[in-house]
C-alpha cells in the first residue's frame, strides 16, 4: 500500500541552524500539507500547498519557512534559523483530488533544536 | 473560525469495556469529520471518516456518526483491546477549496489495561 516517507526521522540541531525536512508523498496525490506537534500539544495546520504554489499558511508559518517541491517526488519544509520553539514533531500528508478529503500522514520527523 | 473539541483524558479502561470519546465542532459550512489514531512513537493514521450528516463511519470495530444536529462526532468501541491503547484525534476539514486543511482536537489518550 502506497505511503507517505519521511526523511530524518529525529533531527538534532543548534538553535539558528537552517534545516531541512524531507518528504515523500505518495505519488499521485495532488495537495501537499505540514503539520507540527509540540511534544504533549495538539497538531496545527502549518502550511498548504497544491500546484507548485503555497494555497494557505497559519500564522506560524512565518518568514524563516519555506516549502519547495523541487522535483516530481520530494516535497520539503526549510527552517532558515531554528530556535528553541521550533522543536515538535513535524508531519508531512498529501491528498489525492478536489473530491477526497482524508489526508494520509507520514511518520513524522521529530525535530530538537538545542 | 473552525474549531474542535475533545474531551479530556487519560481514559483508562479494562479490557472488552466500552468507549466512548466525545466530540464536537463548530464550523461553518459542511465540514468532513475524521478521527485520527496516534500509537507510541507512531505517526497519524487514519481511523475513520464521514463526510456528511447522518455518515456513519467505521473501521477496526471503532464507529462515529456525523451529527449534524448536535455538531458531534463521538467515537465508540463495543469492547476495546490493549492494542487499542494510543491517542486519538477528531478532527475537520472544510469541504472545497485548494486548502482543505485539518483542524485537530487536542488529542485523547486512552489506556486499556488487561
Known amino acids: 500500500e502506497p505511503e507517505v516517507t519521511q526523511t530524518p526521522s529525529h533531527q538534532v540541531t543548534q538553535m539558528g541552524q537552517e534545516v531541512i525536512l524531507r518528504c515523500v508523498p505518495i505519488s499521485n496525490h495532488l495537495y501537499f500539507y505540514w503539520y507540527r506537534q509540540i511534544l504533549g500539544q495538539k497538531v496545527e495546520f502549518l502550511v498548504s500547498f497544491y500546484n507548485n504554489e503555497i494555497s494557505e499558511k497559519s500564522e506560524i508559518f512565518d518568514d524563516q519557512f519555506s516549502v519547495e517541491r523541487p522535483d516530481g517526488s520530494n516535497f520539503t519544509l526549510k527552517i532558515r534559523s531554528t530556535k528553541l520553539e521550533d522543536s515538535a514533531m513535524y508531519f508531512c500528508?498529501?491528498?489525492?483530488?478536489?473530491?477526497?478529503?482524508?489526508?494520509?500522514f507520514g511518520p513524522g520527523t521529530r525535530l530538537t533544536v538545542t | 473560525g473552525n474549531s474542535v473539541t475533545q474531551m479530556e483524558g487519560p481514559v483508562t479502561l479494562s479490557e472488552e469495556a466500552f468507549l466512548t470519546i466525545n466530540c464536537t465542532y463548530t464550523?461553518?459550512?459542511?465540514?468532513?469529520l475524521f478521527w485520527y489514531v496516534q500509537y507510541p512513537g507512531e505517526g497519524l493514521q487514519l481511523l475513520l471518516k464521514a463526510t456528511k450528516a447522518d455518515d456513519k463511519g467505521s473501521n477496526k470495530g471503532f464507529e462515529a456518526t456525523y451529527r449534524k444536529e448536535t455538531t458531534s462526532f463521538h467515537l465508540e468501541k463495543g469492547s476495546v483491546q490493549v492494542s487499542d491503547s494510543a491517542v486519538y484525534f477528531c478532527?475537520?476539514?472544510?469541504?472545497?477549496?485548494?486548502?482543505?486543511?485539518?483542524?485537530f482536537g487536542t488529542g485523547t489518550l486512552l489506556a486499556v489495561q488487561p
Open positions: 478532527a475537520l476539514s472544510d469541504r472545497g477549496g485548494a486548502t482543505n486543511k485539518l483542524i
Open positions: 464550523a461553518t459550512g459542511y465540514p468532513s
Open positions: 500528508a498529501s491528498r489525492f483530488t478536489d473530491n477526497s478529503y482524508e489526508q494520509y
